[in-house]
């Protein structure tokens, strides 16, 4: 194992929750914080596509179903832009159709996550692993 400067273990990992429903973003948000992530959250995908730029998090945690731009769009837009084309973006969404799983994925999300099927700790434990953290 390779010893980190006490500088680099102090850099916190920065995620981005692009979520509408208030209340699961504050538990996403609560547990992340918990494990040492500095967390932003916005609300609708317009929201998160300009917190993405300015933030720059280390992956972005996107829902599909929202206001004023759903997930797909925002990947897509994600995806296109040079300053967040490269950030890992998980989809964690309710949408579980094989054809939902198979677009977020073509698209280049890294993962695709169902709500219902995972637990925020179950996330959290999935985000360190795409981080490189585990």
Do not use: C
């Not at 102090?10 to 538990?27: Q, S, T």
């Not at 945690?61 to 040079?82: Q, R, S, T, W, Y």
């Not at 709500?115 to 999935?126: G, N």
């Amino acid at each position: 194992m390779v010893a980190k400067s006490k500088k680099q273990a102090d850099v916190k990992k920065r995620v981005l929750i692009i979520e509408d429903d208030e209340f699961l973003a504050g538990i996403y948000t609560t547990k992340l914080d918990l494990e040492g992530f500095d967390v932003f959250h916005a609300a609708d995908g317009e929201a998160g596509i300009k917190l993405a730029k300015k933030a720059k998090p280390d992956l972005i945690l996107l829902d599909i179903l929202m206001p004023k731009m759903d997930g797909f769009e925002v990947l897509k837009a994600l995806k296109k832009d040079p300053a967040t084309k490269d950030t890992p973006t998980v989809m964690l969404t309710n949408l579980g159709q094989k054809e939902d799983v198979d677009k977020g994925l073509e698209l280049g999300a890294v993962d695709y996550l169902l709500k219902a099927h995972f637990v925020p700790s179950e996330t959290v434990s999935k985000i360190k692993k795409i981080l490189k953290m585990t």
